[in-house]
């Protein structure tokens, strides 16, 4: 590391640029190497040379490399020790840096206000130290939790620290664009959120504040695209990428594959998130993110399309697999006709549950529309049903999610049949039946198949679509 005469507290500094720079470079190999112990070590040496601000400024890179793992109780405990060194010293760009990581995490740890107030005096700070790099990631962290917390006007303050971001040319631009596109999907605003998610691509991977959590773009668009053979070989690939490591923080993708092992086993990370020691709770990683983030899921998963005791998904919907998936390419019906009268026991749960969320955005609507139909088949009372189903039709349709909107055409074309309207039946059904043809998606197929044929009129052995899976 240099001549013999080389300060040790600078050869101790030196060792934990060359640490950050690891991390950067490969954060999944920089945390299987076990170079965490080592990085303690050089914080807890600097911090005994009496070097309060070096020593601080190894213990925030720690806790942001925990936190990057969605190690929540590790983390904070790095940043908190990190802020006490700070705590006596002045106003810094280390200390600054420090306040910014400690809002992040209580923006991801969904402590709403926490993150907000955190925020706002990072903010300060910084503007006061000119650290605009500072400035735009405290902008972001703000606004993003504002939106979490259910205000959506966190949507217009997300903008305004975009704009900052991009006239500034900040490395924080590209967590913006993530965040807004984020905030924009999850309002069901899927062409704007696709521009901003281009506009991030262009932009050069960052360094330091400028981190941002993997994801899989190109999965969730396949999904949203109704291409489930995308979907499922891009989500394969992902989770079997250096990218994505154990894609701790892919919470939407992952509450596809879970259920449904699109992945064919239990998708990484599953027992860290675990293990991570996060808050528990409905708005906490653990449970994959904000409530209404995951209302679609649960919401189709647990009432849109009815499904057996374990809630799967659209991966055993279609019968199919993956040369990754051990389930093999059955064909059983995976929803026998009788069971499409609804399943109280998922349905009422997942109505009271989407009626608390503080942000009631399209997919909310969509995933109440379905419960509350589910229930009213459970009721017999089908026709009202079919008319529910209809409008999360309906919705699916404004938002653009061409997967969801034609599972909820086959629930409303089967509960149609069920209260003796055929005629309004039908397209429904040829709809959906024509998605899983497309998508040779047997499992749906098998079950749609008699209920074609029954609007249709025509004999068992007459063909309900061409097309060869």
Do not use: K
């Not at 409008?391 to 509960?415: C, H, P, S, W």
Request: glycine share 10%; charged share 20%; proline share 6%.
């Amino acid at each position: 590391m240099g001549p013999e005469q080389t300060d040790p507290a600078e050869r101790l500094c030196v060792e934990t640029l060359a640490a950050e720079l690891r991390f950067l470079d490969d954060p999944d190999a920089f945390y299987a190497e076990g170079s965490v112990a080592g990085l303690e070590r050089l914080a807890a040496e600097l911090a005994g040379r009496g070097h309060a601000g070096d020593a601080g400024r190894t213990y925030t890179l720690l806790g942001q490399i925990e936190w990057f793992r969605a190690r929540h109780d590790p983390a904070q405990e790095y940043l908190h020790r990190s802020l006490a060194l700070f705590a006596g010293e002045p106003d810094s760009p280390d200390a600054a840096s420090a306040h910014a990581e400690l809002a992040r995490l209580h923006m991801l740890s969904y402590r709403h206000v926490e993150a907000m107030t955190a925020a706002r005096r990072t903010q300060d700070m910084a503007a006061g130290l000119g650290l605009p790099e500072v400035v735009g990631n405290a902008m972001v962290t703000g606004a993003t939790a504002q939106y979490l917390s259910g205000d959506p006007a966190g949507i217009g303050e997300l903008t305004t620290a975009v704009d900052f971001c991009r006239a500034g040319r900040l490395h924080a631009l590209r967590r913006g664009l993530n965040n807004l596109a984020t905030a924009l999907q999850e309002e069901g605003d899927l062409r704007r959120s696709y521009a901003l998610l281009d506009e991030m691509a262009e932009v050069g991977r960052s360094a330091g504040l400028g981190l941002t959590t993997s994801f899989s773009d190109e999965s969730m668009r396949a999904y949203f695209a109704g291409d489930w053979n995308a979907t499922l070989l891009s989500s394969a690939e992902f989770f079997g990428s250096s990218v994505a490591g154990d894609a701790p923080w892919e919470a939407q993708l992952r509450a596809l594959c879970a259920g449904s092992g699109c992945c064919g086993r239990r998708t990484p990370g599953t027992t860290s998130s675990r293990l991570s020691g996060w808050p528990p709770g409905p708005d906490s990683p653990r449970s994959g993110g904000p409530r209404w983030l995951m209302g679609r899921c649960a919401g189709r998963c647990r009432a849109a399309v009815p499904t057996p005791p374990a809630c799967s998904t659209t991966w055993r919907l279609s019968g199919r697999g993956t040369p990754r998936s051990p389930h093999g390419t059955g064909s059983r019906p995976l929803f026998p006709p009788r069971r499409w009268s609804g399943r109280r026991s998922c349905a009422r749960p997942s109505r009271s549950w989407l009626a608390t969320l503080p942000r009631q955005t399209l997919w909310v609507q969509a995933a109440g529309a379905s419960a509350e139909a589910a229930l009213l088949s459970a009721q017999s009372r089908h026709v009202e049903a079919a008319t529910g189903h209809a409008v999360a039709v309906g919705l699916y349709d404004q938002i653009g999610d061409v997967t969801e909107r034609a599972l909820a055409q086959a629930a409303a074309g089967l509960a149609y049949l069920a209260g003796e309207r055929p005629d309004a039946a039908r397209p429904h059904l040829e709809a959906a039946a024509s998605f899983a043809v497309g998508n040779c998606a047997t499992g749906l197929l098998a079950t749609l198949t008699p209920a074609v044929r029954a609007v249709r009129r025509r004999p068992a052995s007459g063909p309900v679509a061409r097309g060869r899976c």
